[in-house]
């Protein structure tokens, strides 16, 4: 850390938190500067990044870790248009799924671990518990995080498509699951659109996630601190004026916010978790 | 991408596939050397990284995408020494639980969300489900990998703890952690003791995992060919000599390697997270 570095570290902790709620600026360096820079995006350019983009950002994927090397996850390269098309109808229409020229499915799969012991002539009795799909779904995010810095690092973005939730099922039939693999989210990859590019998103005060010793639950101040915060966000990005908490009560509020997934655990049963 | 950095993309590539198992060297910079540098490191010198490094790991994590921008994860950063021996004989003795100068426990944690919506009087119907805890445990694992890839940045070394899930139960109590909040593994970070910074570990070819248009089950060539790169790996570095499929069964094959986590679905619906 050297004194030249501070106002860029400083300036990326008051874009994160809000001016005047971020931590004290410590180490700083290129790469931090890289991950307090994220935004997601959601309007790509149809042009495609070079030759090998994809195949970097999996190198970068498949280097994170993975629980006991157990490598439990795969993706899933989608350009036909036609499957796009009814990707971004299952997500709730969200047209970057159509117009970014990198889509891919992150998949908890257990099915390759299958196959090697079915060959092997050995039974994995671990494996029906919802321990491993648990592991699986995590290792796939751990890789799909990778795959984003990696992106990002190469002047791409990216925009995670949570709502391929909203009907497992299909997802996994478009795509010719076997068995022990299902979809956990989507990652569009991209140059933004002009304009598109986004603010960096205030998020909570540090002291309301990061605990010491225990769990410290009185966080009321830290949540009215950020409230106003994200409402002056949203009217300045979003059109609305809407607070955190009115937000998450909006997300979480309604079964029909949860858009099919109440149905996600039977779902995954019929793909192959039997998840006991 | 220029002439002269070919060298260290190829290198790298071949470390992570093995050598004649790589895929074609493509854009490169040094965040892509970072990534695909990465290994687990589980033996840690007791000095402390300089001040304001939890702080920076943490923003990192925190700028990580959130599922609508729920942000249902914490951690808990733990020093107390009889707390890390705890969390160390339930991860099965992982001494370097006790060793390294940051220990995190990253949770899956709704129990912020629920206490704004009391405080609104508002009920979010759309949390008892299964999706909610997937949420909550992706959004962990997307911000613990952010902080992995700031800690490596910082010329720190990591390592992740699935096996606190061996005991979900005591790690909440340990923890004090509120309804709704659940640890889904732990973290340590530190720099690594001469000696242990470890080898790169090779991965299963890039066609194994990486599935174009439809999923392609068809494998058993790349499990062949990664098999004995893994049997050397094992002889290189843990004096043992097991084939990845080896690895595997020993890992899922058995009830007794699941260490208790056959049990963690109904520990999880004891902590608040009704997984419908």
Redesign the interface.
Known sequence: ?DGTQMPAAAAA?AA??GAGAE??????????A?????R?VRGFRPDA????????L???A??????????T????????PA?RRELATIAGNQKHIEQCPIFLVF?A?V???G???A??G??????P????F??A??DA??A???A???AE??GLS???I?AL?NDVTRVAE?????PG?AP??GLCVGYPLPGREGE??P??P?A????????D?D??AH?AAYDPR?AEFSRRNEMADQT??Q???A?????K??SG??R??EK?VALGFP??
Do not use: C
């Open positions: 850390m902790l994160r938190y931590p004290k600026a410590g180490p700083w360096n290129e790469t931090l890289l991950l307090l820079s994220h997601s990044p070079p030759a090998g983009t994809l195949e970097a999996i190198a970068a498949q280097s994170a870790a993975t629980s006991s090397n157990l490598q996850w795969s993706a899933v390269s989608v350009n036909d499957t998949l799969d099915s390759r671990n196959r090697l012991a060959e092997a050995a039974e994995l009795a671990g494996m518990y919802l321990e491993s648990l592991v779904a995590i995010a751990l799909a995080q990778n984003v810095v990696a690092s190469l990216t925009v995670y949570g939730r478009l795509l010719r699951l076997p693999a956990v989210f960096v998103k998020r909570l540090q309301a996630v990061l605990h010491h010793e225990a769990y639950a966080d009321a949540r994200m955190w908490s937000r998450v009560i997300r979480l509020g309604t079964m916010a949860l997934r109440d996600l655990k995954l998840l006991r």
